[in-house]
């Protein structure tokens, strides 16, 4: 463990105690930024992103840098990047950085210490991480998140419909994404208050796989209707859950899908928040009004 920093479970569950789970993306899309007002340059991101930042991370427990929309704008968005992280950290939201990364172990290695490690000016609270090269693949990024505090989240069951012919393909008599649930759990064994190894579950993916969405508003088909599917009784770690608002999952949803696992759910909303913007009061109602609605 880093000097002084206690492990990602406990710190997350302690900032959950106290803002509530919900997660929002930041998420620069370049309609948004026109939206904003804001020219789609370095300069445009930066404006948006720093403007989430003030409005947000003082609220809510998780802020969630979507790290393609910085990587788009070359070196100067990964800059802006490296700010955002920098300037939420202060303000008592953790950052997930949502970059799934995933490679062979010895790469996973320069990932790990490029998100990770305590150097590093990309370093977040926590990243997502694809389990699709082999979870054991995750081990460089599993040892040094566990050694400086840090978490990762792991994608096992996504948002959007297609992922579902992948991840619900069945090996060994259960799901792919049941087998990254049950290597995560056994990470997580023994872990108090909370193991550092989460998941990515979608808030859509109850139901029928590939059934479209009555309240998509981007098309993405995710289906909505029923549990998740999978078995998360084990698991002894946190779920983030996109797909609220924007894809159409909505709070009530949220309790059908996860059943009693919806104590550890972060749910995830961007758009739906970031639409609100550029004034910062109203966007930080707009999170607000989402963070309590599920605490009701
Ligand atoms: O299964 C997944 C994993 C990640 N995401 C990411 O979350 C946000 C969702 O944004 P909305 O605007 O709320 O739809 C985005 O960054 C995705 O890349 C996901 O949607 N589903």
Redesign the pocket.
């Known amino acids: 463990m880093s000097a002084g920093r206690a492990s990602f479970g406990a710190r997350l569950a302690q900032v959950v105690a106290e803002r509530g789970p919900l997660c929002v993306?930041v998420?620069p899309h370049p309609s948004l930024l026109t939206d904003w007002g804001l020219p789609v340059t370095a300069g445009g991101l930066e404006r948006f992103a720093l403007t989430c930042v003030e409005a947000l991370a003082g609220q809510v427990a998780v802020l969630?840098p979507?790290s393609a929309f910085f990587e788009a704008f070359g070196s100067a968005g990964v800059a802006v990047l490296e700010r955002v992280l920098a300037e939420a950290r202060p303000a008592g939201a953790l950052v997930l950085l949502?970059v799934k990364r995933g490679d062979i172990g010895s790469t996973m290695a320069a990932y790990a210490t490029a998100y990770l490690s305590d150097d590093s000016p990309l370093a977040a609270d926590a990243v997502?991480l694809s389990p699709y090269l082999g979870f054991g693949a995750l081990e460089p990024a599993l040892e040094l998140a566990a050694g400086t505090g840090r978490g990762v989240f792991v994608?096992a069951l996504?948002?959007?419909a297609e992922?579902a012919s992948v991840q619900r393909a069945v090996a060994g008599g259960r799901s792919v994404a049941q087998a990254v649930v049950d290597e995560a759990a056994a990470r997580n064994a023994g872990a108090r208050p909370l193991g550092d190894v989460g998941l990515?579950v979608?808030a859509t993916v109850g139901g029928v796989p590939g059934k479209p969405a009555s309240g998509s508003v981007?098309g993405s088909g995710a289906s909505l209707e029923g549990g998740s599917g999978l078995d998360l009784s084990r698991l002894n770690g946190p779920i983030l859950a996109?797909?609220?608002?924007?894809?159409g999952a909505t709070v009530a949803q949220l309790r059908t899908v996860f059943g009693s696992a919806l104590v550890n759910v972060l749910p995830?909303?961007?758009?739906?928040v970031l639409r609100r913007g550029p004034d910062m009061r109203t966007l930080r109602d707009a999170a607000l009004t989402v963070r309590d609605s599920l605490l009701l």
């Not at 996109?242 to 894809?247: D, E, K, R, S």
């Not at 995830?268 to 739906?272: K, T």
């Open positions: 993306g998420d969630k979507q949502d997502t994608l996504t948002s959007n992922g990515v979608g981007d996109p797909g609220l608002g924007a894809q995830s909303s961007s758009r739906d």
